[in-house]
């Protein structure tokens, strides 16, 4: 997508989908041109709140890096179980929206070291910290699994 000059900006759990060959990203109605001067105007679900990065919360535009941050969100999610903004009031949109922007994401210490290093890079505040797109990512994750059989 990202070569394609598109956005997902909905990266999360539940739009990834698992098949016997890997995995498929699903539901494309949050995704956008990548272009420097549009900004975010939907959210999805309430529940997305925690998978999109901080900066797209204040008018930043949505960018490659925002789709590694999400990534790196939903690796959190999926090798510990839990966001990385701990339990987030669902009940109440404007709760989640100021839980993320006023805390930082904190990282299991379930994760192994390697992992937590991953997850990390991926949430990096600057996005220059960050894997430079989602290949790249893809690779870092195949090395991570093949160390972890």
């Known amino acids: 997508m990202h ?5 997902h900006r909905s990266i999360k759990p539940a739009n990834i989908l698992l098949h016997e060959n890997g995995a498929r990203l699903a539901d494309l109605g949050l995704v956008q041109a990548l272009m420097p001067t549009q900004t975010m105007t939907g959210l999805g679900s ?3 709140v925690e998978y999109v990065e901080p900066a797209i919360l204040t008018g930043q535009p949505a960018t490659r890096a925002s789709d590694v941050w999400s990534l ?17 009031p669902l009940n109440d949109p404007l709760l989640c929206v100021r839980k993320v922007l006023s805390s930082r994401p904190k990282i299991s ?3 192994t070291t390697e992992e937590t290093a991953l997850v990390e890079r991926c949430l990096a505040p600057d ?21 972890a059989a």
């Open 3 to 7: 070569e394609a000059g598109l956005v």
């Open 46 to 48: 309430i529940g997305a």
């Open 72 to 88: 790196g969100a939903t690796l959190h999610r999926a090798l510990a179980g839990e966001g990385v903004y701990g339990e987030m």
């Open 109 to 111: 210490q379930e994760l």
């Open 127 to 147: 996005p220059q910290d960050r894997p430079n797109d989602a290949p790249t990512l893809a690779r870092e994750l195949e090395v991570l699994a093949g160390s």
